[in-house]
């Protein structure tokens, strides 16, 4: 029975192409992914991104101190335009409408602040947007460069699908009004998201419960420290068979408050008239638990968002060689992906809208001062792999590629082997080939050495033929 059915569906599918098509260009994404729905609102993206979210940063320590140690970290790396020449080099630009535009994105914002907010966009809300101004009435950056770049807030903005052209437009919704953006006007940068490709998935998402706890525990404790009794210690009679009498305890307090309260009359030596017992107050185990459910919420946050605990405060197990090697992560495992990402997705959105002013956008991370400590370890690496015969220029692409001379693959002179100061160019098999079937080279007359079958003595010395002295 099931193969039947089978044969009949792939019958249908051969006398209806019209049908297999369509199934096809569905996925393109088409309407399989697109809901009808979403018309001309866009996605709704309040379940990835709700506007709620940027509320963390503010409520959240470790919101705030993660996301602000991204984002103003990546806007020290400046920006490198770079074109391809007809002989292959690469050059840097150093002019040209988009040159101009990435130096002054507006007249109000700097480059490096679109940046942090950019980062701090996507790292609340999984995505961000920016707007571009052509500066002319009815021209999209399509048609026209734009002059100015703007950065729209993540939630007010929505993404048009189209069921064959992927994105429709872009509709902005603020305070009731409504603009609806040609979809060649807006560089959107968003995380991926496997649930709805047209919506951003923010490192929140998976965090928001480990925040949410933390949060009310927080609120919780406060509540008890407003309302609730908390007190560092207990003073009684020395004597435990013994109590204090009403006025007696009034009197001691009184006492004690007027002469040790405040930090001018700290340490002062305590006169009594009677001998009483002081007991402390240790941490209970409810505020043990606390402080624990404080710092799993923090560590968690640090987790999605790719920042060691230790650079934001958690030195429970910090020491100077971990923070050092925890700052080295924090931009090999996330600042320097994360800056190759948003290059990646300008060099796809801008670079084009120029023409050929540029190729590609890249971040410069050369300069980075905490991967500077590696330097020597490098170079000293580079010298003994140079020294024992590795090319200089594979050396340098495998090692340390910002060595590289710029726009360039290598030096002239670097991809000959170099041993004992003297340069051996590499030898090609045919080369080596002929050498071994060389004959061997004629003897010279000079070179010739005549062996007699039995060689005289050593000046000096004294043989068994010599008559000895008597």
Known sequence: MGINRLNVGINRMGNDMNWWQRVLQSWRPGPLVVDTSD?????????????????????????????????????????????????????????????????????????????????????????????????????TAAQTPPVELWWAHPSKMKVIPHATDYIKGYVYEDNGSTILLDKADVIWLRYDNPQDEFSGLSPISSARMAIDTASGAMRSNRAIFDAGMQMSGVIGP??????????????????????FRGADKAHRVAVLSQPVAFTNLSLTPKDAEFLGLMQWGMREVCTVFGVPPELIGDHEHATYSNIEQAAKALWTDTLIPEAAFIADEL??????????????????????????EDRTEIIDQITKLVGVGVPLNRVLQELAPRFLPKGKDGYAWGDAAWLNTSVFSPVSEDTMKGLQAAPPPPILPSMEVDTPSVLPPPTGSVTETTPRPK
């Open 347 to 372: 060099t796809e959105q801008l670079v084009p809208l120029f023409g050929n002013e540029a190729d590609t956008i890249e971040f410069d991370t050369s300069e980075i001062e905490t991967l500077q």
């Open 238 to 259: 020395a004597d435990k068979t013994q109590s204090l009498t009403r006025e007696q305890a009034e009197q001691l307090g009184q006492m004690l408050e007027r002469r």
């Open 39 to 139: 018309g001309d609102r866009g996605r709704d993206n309040t379940r990835y991104s709700p506007e709620r979210y940027g509320d963390y940063a503010a409520t959240n320590t470790a919101v705030y101190a993660c996301t602000n140690l991204r984002a103003k970290n990546l806007a020290k790396l400046p920006l490198r335009l770079y074109k391809q020449t007809p002989n292959g080099d690469r050059v840097e630009v150093t002019s040209g409408r988009l040159y101009d535009l990435l130096g002054s994105v507006n007249p109000f914002w700097t480059f490096s602040r679109l940046i942090r907010m950019t980062e701090l966009s996507l790292s609340l809300y999984g995505q961000s947007f920016w707007i571009l101004e052509t500066g002319k009435v009815g021209r």
